[in-house]
C-alpha cells in the first residue's frame, strides 16, 4: 500500500470517527467531507448517525449523500441496510435513495420488495416508484424470489383491505409483467 493510499485510509477513518462526535457541527464537517474524501467504508457509519436522528443539516448532507453518490458498489450496501433492522428508521428514506440515485437496483429487487412489504404504506409506494422507475432487463432469477415474496405476503395477509396492500399488488403485477415479457 502507498503512502498516498495509507493518507486517503486514515483521513476516510478520522472522518468516520467525527461521524460519532456528540458535536453536530463535527458530524456536519465530516459528512461534507466524505462527500469529496469518502469510500464505501463510510457508507454503513453513515447510515448508523441517520438512524440514530441526525440534527437537521447532518441528517439533510446525509440523504444528500446517499441520494447522489455514483459508486457501483453502494447498492449492495443501501439493499443490505433496507432489510436489517438497525436501519428500519431510515427505511423510507433509504428507498427514495434507490430512484433517486440513478444507480443499478435490479440485483437487489429481493431487498426493495421486503422492504415494501415489512415497511409502511410510504414504504410500498416507493417501490412501486422504484419498479416503475427500472428499466426492465430482468432476468428470471432476479424476478423469481420478489415474485414469491409478495405473494407470500398477499396471501398471509389477504384480509386486509389497506392502500398499503393495494400497492403491493400492483408491484407484483408489474413484476409479472416482466416476467411474462422473458
Known amino acids: 500500500m502507498s503512502k498516498k493510499e495509507t493518507a486517503k485510509d486514515k483521513k476516510v477513518k478520522d472522518l468516520i470517527s467525527d461521524l460519532e462526535s456528540k458535536d ?16 464505501d467504508d463510510a457508507v454503513e457509519p ?36 433496507l432489510i436489517d433492522k438497525r436501519f428500519a428508521s431510515i427505511r423510507h428514506d433509504l428507498l427514495i435513495s434507490v430512484w433517486s440515485s440513478g444507480l443499478d437496483y435490479r440485483p437487489y429487487l429481493k431487498e426493495i420488495i ?20 427500472l ?21 398471509a395477509h389477504k384480509d386486509e383491505d ?6 403491493l399488488k400492483e408491484v407484483l403485477v408489474l413484476l409479472q409483467q416482466f416476467n411474462n415479457q422473458l
Open 135 to 155: 428499466d426492465g432487463g430482468f432476468s428470471e432469477d432476479q424476478l423469481f424470489d420478489p415474485i414469491i415474496v409478495l405473494k407470500e405476503y398477499i396471501v
Open 46 to 81: 453513515l447510515l448508523l448517525l441517520l438512524s440514530r436522528s441526525a440534527e437537521g443539516n447532518v441528517r439533510s448532507e446525509i440523504i444528500d449523500l446517499i441520494n447522489t453518490t455514483k459508486s457501483s458498489t453502494v447498492p449492495a450496501v443501501i439493499a443490505n441496510a
Open 24 to 39: 453536530s457541527a463535527t458530524q456536519l464537517k465530516a459528512v461534507k467531507a466524505l462527500k469529496i474524501h469518502g469510500n
Open 114 to 133: 421486503i422492504a415494501g412489504t415489512e415497511g409502511e404504506m410510504m414504504d410500498a409506494l416507493e417501490c412501486i416508484t422504484i419498479v416503475e422507475n
Open 162 to 167: 389497506s392502500p398499503k396492500m393495494n400497492m
